[in-house]
């Protein structure tokens, strides 16, 4: 899960001059007012400027911290790689911090919130295996990974936590061969599959995929 530098900084904010405009400190007074979609806006709007430097932003921390765990556990906590990572997620943690008193706690929920309005890809291995692409769904950080579909199911997404919980993924999405969609998480299968649109009822995962015009 290895970001460089220069894949890091872009998401988190630059200290600019209060109050100056489309600047973090006056983004936070600029909530929506209407149900008009983040993604319709224009990309110089500040509120969906300061959704996507959030998510971003919270996105680059989880792999932050994702690539300290990985290291501690590969060479030891004293390692200068592991060192390298610890430094690294202090900085990303420090600008996170700015990043909430700029805008204030509120408004930075509200945005982890959201639905999606920007991925995270990460360097592509050498390997030459596909790119880590990274989205945030209500506050956590998902891999994305589009698996084969069937006849039955021609759209397929696999998505897995960055940092998972046992009982927590991975989830597998489908948009089914007649348009409607389903989910295994147990939001879709217990609260939603057996109501009457459930097949037309999105969970969170799939309300994810389908504002970003992947399902």
């Known amino acids: 899960m ?9 998401g988190m904010p630059a200290r600019g001059p209060t ?8 983004i936070a007074r600029v909530m929506p007012a209407s149900p008009r979609s983040l993604r319709d806006r224009d990309e110089s709007d500040p509120y969906r400027h300061a959704v996507e430097l959030v998510q971003r932003g919270r996105m680059i921390l989880d792999v932050s911290e994702a ?3 990985a290291s501690e ?3 030891g906590p004293f390692h200068p790689t592991t060192w390298y990572f610890r430094n690294a997620l202090n ?8 990043l909430r008193a700029e805008l204030g706690t509120k408004t ?9 309005l920007t991925v995270l890809t990460l360097s592509e291995p050498a390997n030459g295996s596909p790119s880590v692409v990274l989205v945030l769904i209500a506050g956590q950080t998902y891999r994305t990974q589009r698996v084969s579909g069937t006849e039955l199911a021609p759209i397929q997404w696999r ?3 960055l940092h998972t919980p046992l009982e927590d993924g991975p989830y597998y999405v489908c948009r089914l061969a007649d348009g409607s969609t389903q989910c295994d998480c147990a939001e879709w299968t217990y609260r939603i599959a057996e109501t009457e649109n459930g097949l037309k009822t999105h969970c969170k995962h799939l309300a994810a ?7």
């Open 91 to 98: 900085e990303v943690r420090r600008s996170w911090d700015r």
């Open 209 to 215: 995929l389908a504002a970003l015009d992947w399902i």
């Open 19 to 26: 109050g100056a405009q489309g600047s973090p400190s006056s």
């Open 2 to 10: 290895r970001m460089n530098r220069s894949e890091r900084e872009p």
């Open 108 to 116: 930075l929920e509200a945005a982890l919130n959201q639905p999606p």
């Open 159 to 161: 998505l897995t936590r």
């Open 73 to 75: 556990a590969a060479l």
């Open 67 to 69: 690539d300290l765990e």
